[in-house]
């Protein structure tokens, strides 16, 4: 089992349909592709997880780098798992742009700087897997 997760920023805000629309067409080809995972979004930002095979995640992140909707895509994790963290969402989803989210806007906030992100991992994790 393989995951990635990345940073982007949305070139535009997007709006509850927009989101919604995002999500019909992520949850539709994650099933065909076997892929599973987390979207965080808070105010243009966003934080995902993908998770699969690894030809699967690595084929659906090349098209995701790809799509015009974002920009300043960081990839924070690229590896092997055990196992699936998301295993029962074909793609789980958090709007946190009501919420003040003190770890997650820290992160937001480093990205320009991989040097500060590097003490990030375990909390990343930790605060993704809190949505569970």
Do not use: C
């Amino acid at each position: 089992m393989h995951h990635l997760i990345y940073l982007s920023s949305a070139k535009g805000a997007l709006s509850a349909q927009e989101l919604q629309d995002l999500l019909v067409q992520s949850r539709h080809n994650n099933e065909q592709l076997g892929i599973t995972g987390l979207l965080l979004y808070k105010d243009g930002n966003f934080l995902q997880a993908i998770e699969g095979e690894k030809e699967a995640v690595e084929a659906l992140y090349a098209k995701i780098a790809l799509d015009h909707r974002h920009h300043g895509l960081l990839v924070l994790f690229n590896e092997e798992i055990p196992e699936r963290d998301f295993a029962s969402w074909t793609m789980g989803f958090r709007d946190l742009s009501s919420r003040p989210f003190a770890g997650f806007d820290a992160i937001l906030n480093s990205r320009d700087s991989t040097e500060a992100l590097a003490d990030y991992p375990p909390k990343i994790r930790a605060f993704m897997r809190a949505f569970l």
